[in-house]
């Protein structure tokens, strides 16, 4: 941990290393998994590290099954979060014509997390529309939360427990993007990065 975050985790709940060899795996099965190239989705901004790491192997990947894919890379904004809360209100930022880009394409969408499952769900509902000939969902992170809406990606990294989490690209008022582990902020790390 960073000196500058010392007191604003107060534990690692995912390690950096057990993040790579996660991510390894699952670009392993995702290679396996596709026909045809695909168009990578980047949600950002907390989709950055999780879609750095898994474009980086997948491009180096020679699976089993000597399957191997063409990538092109998309990225879209998405924002729902206020402290540690989901507004209920998403913002996706995409415009008509990149939507026109997505018919007939095999798109792999990237997310750090799936909380309540409301920032997912409203995605996909807009990314429908364009006829894209099939969508996957990868995210690193699904919460166990009486608040989900029930929504499962098609690859999950790791189940956690139900607190608020940081580091690899997760955010507090866009703090902690910078921290290599998973983290669970602290009250002390709350105080100090909340917004009024
Ligand atoms: C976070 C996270 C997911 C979403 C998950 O994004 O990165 O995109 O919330 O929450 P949900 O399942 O309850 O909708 P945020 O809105 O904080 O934007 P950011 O990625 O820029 O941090
Ligand atoms: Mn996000
Ligand atoms: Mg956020």
Redesign the pocket.
Known sequence: IPTHYEKDVSSILIPHGVIMDRVNKLARLIVDESNGPLVVCC?????HQYFADLVNVIKKLTTKSGNSVPLSLEFIR????HNDQ?TGE?KVSLTEDECKEFKGKNLLIV??????????VKLLEKLRQYEPSSIKVTSLLIKKTDRSNGYIPDYVGFAIPDAFVVGYA??YNEYFRDLDHICVISEHGKERYANP
């Open positions: 949600i950002l901004k907390g989709g998405v924002k729902s979060y989901s998403v997310e750090d997390i799936i909380d309540t499952g409301a920032t997912m997760l955010d």
